[in-house]
């Protein structure tokens, strides 16, 4: 059975710290994992991660896919309050279908 | 900047009534998806469209729901009868295909009492 396991489910850090959210997939006929944040509403998305791309970089965000390891980090460095929210990992599938973890709450205290 | 229109945004509905959910993809996205979210999970597949043709229903519980995308263009979800383990978010999604992230709309949140 697919799936898409998401670690720590909860973390509370300062303002200022760099925090990794880590992700592993476990998906037949493996296209690509995605990164979105999810705060009280829709997920917003923030990298596709794929064999021919698998760094990504966007401002503080970052994002990291091991082929071999069938994982994926989630880097925020300089933490803001605004970063607080849920961080969904999801591998994508040769159908196109979206498996998501259950998501990491983030809570960034000022 | 084109979105995924979603109605309505919140609903209630009493156990054993029956429920829909409206969902109008960004033009020209081919494929749609309806997500339910549970609090505390993350979303699950329902249903997937190739403009108007089901792709995967593996996970729709077809006794009691049912989605449409008649024209290939918006898509309707229902639910008939709605049960209190129905409470959750229904996203709607879209995208051109595999290269493309989704793009989600603002959801539907129901609540069955």
């Known amino acids: 059975e697919d799936k898409v396991v998401q670690s720590p489910l909860s973390l509370v850090v300062h303002e200022g710290d760099t925090v990794t959210l880590n992700c592993s997939y476990e998906v037949t006929n493996f296209r690509s994992l995605l990164w979105y944040k999810q705060e009280k509403k829709a997920p917003t998305f923030l990298f596709m991660l794929?064999?021919?791309?698998i760094e990504k970089k966007s401002g503080r965000l970052s994002s990291i896919l091991d082929k071999k390891e069938l994982s994926s980090i989630l880097n925020i460095t300089a933490t803001q309050t605004g970063d607080s929210a849920i961080y969904l990992c999801a591998g994508a599938t040769a159908g196109t279908a979206l498996i998501f973890g259950k998501g990491t709450t983030l809570s960034v205290s000022s | 900047e084109a979105e995924v229109a979603q109605s309505p945004r919140y609903k209630i509905t009493e156990k054993s009534q029956a429920v829909a959910f409206w969902c109008d993809p960004i033009?020209?996205?081919?494929?749609l998806y309806w997500y339910r979210q549970i609090l505390g999970q993350g979303p699950e597949l329902l249903v997937q469209?190739?403009?108007?043709?089901?792709?995967?229903d593996s996970q729709l519980p077809k006794d009691r729901f049912s989605a449409e995308r008649l024209k290939g263009v918006d898509s309707t979800l229902k639910i008939q009868p709605a049960e209190l383990g129905d409470s959750a978010m229904y996203l709607c999604?879209?995208?051109?295909?595999?290269?493309?992230?989704?793009?989600f709309g603002s959801g539907t949140r129901l609540t069955v009492v």
């Open positions: 469209f190739q403009d108007e043709s089901v792709v995967d």
């Open positions: 999604a879209s995208s051109f295909g595999f290269n493309y992230g989704y793009t």
């Open positions: 033009s020209g996205h081919a494929t």
């Open positions: 794929t064999s021919s791309g």
